[in-house]
């Protein structure tokens, strides 16, 4: 995906963010002691079908591999994003 080269986690916001275009791009996130509730993901429109959403869940999920985190996926796109992408779905909160 070449349209978000940088992703920035702002640990402030709960986010993963990106601007493309000019425009925000964001997936934010809630923590809960051990885990990662990922509550939204959200790309204008017009970005839309770039892979960019995807890119932002991917950095989510892995930030929450490195620490250690479980992940519960109350974002309808980060729900499909990880049955499309078995090797995730070890993060899931049990």
């Known amino acids: 995906m070449s349209d978000a080269s940088t992703i920035v986690h702002d640990e402030g916001r709960q986010c993963f963010e990106t601007v493309v275009d000019g425009r925000r791009c964001v997936c934010a996130y809630r923590l809960h002691g051990n885990t ?3 509550t ?35 974002c309808s796109y ?16 049990r």
């Open 36 to 38: 990662m509730v990922l």
């Open 78 to 93: 980060v729900a499909v994003y990880m049955r499309r992408h078995p090797e995730t779905l070890d993060l899931l909160e």
């Open 40 to 74: 939204h993901t959200e790309v204008p429109p017009v970005l839309q079908g770039r892979g960019i959403a995807a890119a932002l869940v991917a950095a989510a999920l892995a930030h929450a591999r490195e620490r250690g985190l479980r992940v519960r996926p109350l």
